[in-house]
Each structure stands twice: as structure tokens, then as C-alpha cells.
Nanobody
């Protein structure tokens, strides 16, 4: 069994910052890519940022220069530092991990339950 638990969401004023965390736990042999996605009301879920086990990152154009993704491989945890937030960043943010539970098993995607981020004055 694998669980991804997010934390750090909340209400923030425009221009403010938040830091999201996502910790993976359970039976894990190796975590490949970890990432953050978001889904605003009435919209499709979209990619925000990803990071490989080696630390290579990728960002959506809408968050480049404002958001920073990082990870602690020893803790199986990924972070998303969000700065200069705008109301357009309001969404439920989901953590995703592509991982292998056992050496002899394939790689699968796991999702967290989501954490709400609301940017409003």
C-alpha cells in the first residue's frame, strides 16, 4: 500500500506565498518522477511542475519564475514553493508520484488526495 499525503494549502492574499508538501509512504522500492498538478473549478487538471529523482525540473509556462519544485529523496517528499500568487492560481493541488513498489513490479502512478489553495483578498 502506498499513500501520498499533501499539506500546506490554505487561503493567501494576492502576492503572497505558500509552500506545499507531499510525503509518500508505504511499500516503495523506488520513486521516479514526482510532480504537482492542479484543478480549478470547471477546468481540467493541469500540470504545474515535475521533478525527476536526479533533480531535473519542468514547469508550466504559467508558473515559471514564481513556483519552485524540489524533493528530498531520503524522505520521499516533494515540495512546491509558490510565490507571487494570483487569483488564477486558485485550485486544488494534487501530488503525483510515479514509483515502483517492488524491484520485480512495474512503475505505477499514485495520487494524493489534494489540497485547496485559494488566493483572494
Amino acid at each position: 500500500q502506498v499513500q501520498l499525503v499533501e499539506s500546506g494549502g490554505g487561503l493567501v492574499q494576492p502576492g503572497g506565498s505558500l509552500r506545499l508538501s507531499c510525503a509518500a509512504s508505504g511499500s516503495i522500492f523506488r520513486i521516479n518522477v514526482m510532480g504537482w498538478f492542479r484543478q480549478a473549478p470547471g477546468k481540467q487538471r493541469e500540470l504545474v511542475a515535475t521533478i525527476t529523482s536526479a533533480g531535473s525540473t519542468d514547469y508550466a509556462d504559467s508558473v515559471k519564475g514564481r513556483f519552485t519544485i524540489s524533493r528530498d529523496n531520503a524522505k520521499n517528499t516533494v515540495y512546491l514553493q509558490m510565490n507571487s500568487l494570483t487569483p488564477e492560481d486558485t485550485a486544488v493541488y494534487y501530488c503525483k508520484a510515479n514509483l515502483r513498489r517492488r524491484l520485480y513490479l512495474g512503475d505505477d502512478d499514485y495520487w494524493g488526495q489534494g489540497t485547496q489553495v485559494t488566493v483572494s483578498s
